[in-house]
Structure formats: C-alpha cells, structure tokens
C-alpha cells in the first residue's frame, strides 16, 4: 500500500490561512470518512487534532478544521500561529482494515 | 488520563527479533485497538500493526511476514516483535490507543528509540 500524498511543505504568515491536502485512493479516503489529522512538534509524539474528516477533539483550538471531498481530505488552519508550525500527517482506514499514513507535511509559520 | 509508556531495547543486532511493550496506565486494554507505529529517521510515520483488545489482529502487508503484536490484558500491556531486523527498522518506535470505528489514535506513547547495528 502507497502512503497517501500530501505536499512536503506548506507555509503562511501569521494570522493567515492555510490549507493541506491529503489524497488516497476510493479503497481509503474516498472510501470511509475515517480520516484523522496528526500535529507533531520535532522530538515529540503526534497530536491528534482532527477526526472522522471533521470532527475536533476536545481542547484542540477551532482554528483547525477538516473535510473531505473524494478520494482528497484537506485541514485547514486559520488564523496562524508560531506553535501551529510543526509536521501534520493525515492517516485512513483502508479496504483491507489496515491504516495508511499520508508522506507528511511541513508548515512553516513565517 | 490514560497513558501509554514504551520499553524495550535501544539496540538490536541485525537478523535478530526487535521486541518492544506498552504499558497502558490509568485505563483498561478492554474495548480498544493498540497500535505501533515507526518514524525512521527525519522520515514520515509508518503504521506497523493493531491488536484489538480481543486479541485480533492486522498489520501492514509491508511487515507482515515480520511481525508478531500481541496483548497481556492482566498486565495492561502489548507487545511488537519485529524479525530479521535490518538497519532499515532503525526508528523511534511508538505505540497508540486507537478507538474503534471511526478509527483515530487518540492517545500515544512517548516514542522509543530503536537502532539497529552491530
């Protein structure tokens, strides 16, 4: 199984929006609505921050949002901020029940 | 809150069984998916494998010819072992709670440092 493709890297200037993109196949992301968002900070374990493609846990800022359309899920954070800069990985569930991370994404605040 | 803590060896020779535990702390193994996941150096997360707390389990058709996940729900803990490791497994190795559909990993250990090298 292929990682699902996301761009290397992303940035934006604070206070702006940005938005990165995710893309399977129909055996995954366009499959189930069961896309999950990941921050991770260098050194530091990954921080779930968007589940089943649009939903936030709780204590994680309403800055952040998901969707999803086809086969390509998208997070989108507003209003940017020095600590939202760090690696943001997206991950499926798959046909064959098994799970598929995206390559990751780098957002740099500038 | 629940929390999850991995231990094992910091290194392992090549050819021979990488073998790491989760210690699941402040929660029940009961009603979830406990998963690994790797990140080699400066690369991407890769997910290695669940067990379900029923002691089913699924791992990426990548390893799977390498990999053994199992569960000791007595001792709140899960297990990874890895065969035949290469320099290529050499990863910070994590493990993960993972809530039944819809399927998100919502709480996740600290990470553990794997190098393997003779």
């Known amino acids: 199984q292929s990682a699902l493709t996301q761009p290397a890297s992303v940035s934006g200037s604070p206070g702006q929006s940005i938005t990165i993109s995710c893309t399977g196949t129909?055996?995954?992301?366009?499959?189930?609505?069961?896309v999950s968002w990941y921050q991770q900070h260098p050194g530091k374990a990954p921080k779930l921050m968007i589940y089943e493609v649009s939903n936030r846990p709780s204590g994680v800022s309403n800055r952040f949002s998901g969707s999803k359309s086809g086969n390509t899920a998208s997070l989108s954070i507003s209003g940017l901020q020095a600590q939202d800069e760090a690696d943001y990985y997206c991950?499926?569930?798959?046909?064959?029940?098994?799970?598929?991370f995206g390559g990751g994404t780098k957002l740099t605040v500038l | 809150q629940v929390q999850l803590q991995e231990s094992g060896p910091g290194l392992v020779k090549p050819s021979e069984t990488l073998s790491l535990t989760c210690t699941v702390s402040g929660g029940s193994i009961s009603g979830y998916f406990w998963s690994w996941i790797r990140q080699p150096p400066g690369k991407e997360l890769e997910w290695i494998g669940y067990i379900h707390y029923s002691g089913s389990t699924n791992c990426n058709p990548s390893l799977k010819s390498r990999v053994t996940i199992s569960v000791d729900a007595s001792k709140n803990q899960f297990s990874l072992k890895l065969s035949s490791v290469t320099a290529a497994d050499t990863a910070v190795y994590y493990c993960?709670?993972?809530?039944?559909?819809?399927?998100?990993?919502?709480?996740w250990g600290k990470g553990t440092t794997v190098t393997v090298s003779s």
């Open positions: 991950t499926s569930y798959t046909s064959s029940s098994t799970r598929l």
């Open positions: 993960a709670r993972e809530v039944p559909t819809p399927y998100y990993m919502d709480v």
């Open positions: 129909s055996s995954d992301v366009g499959g189930y609505n069961y």
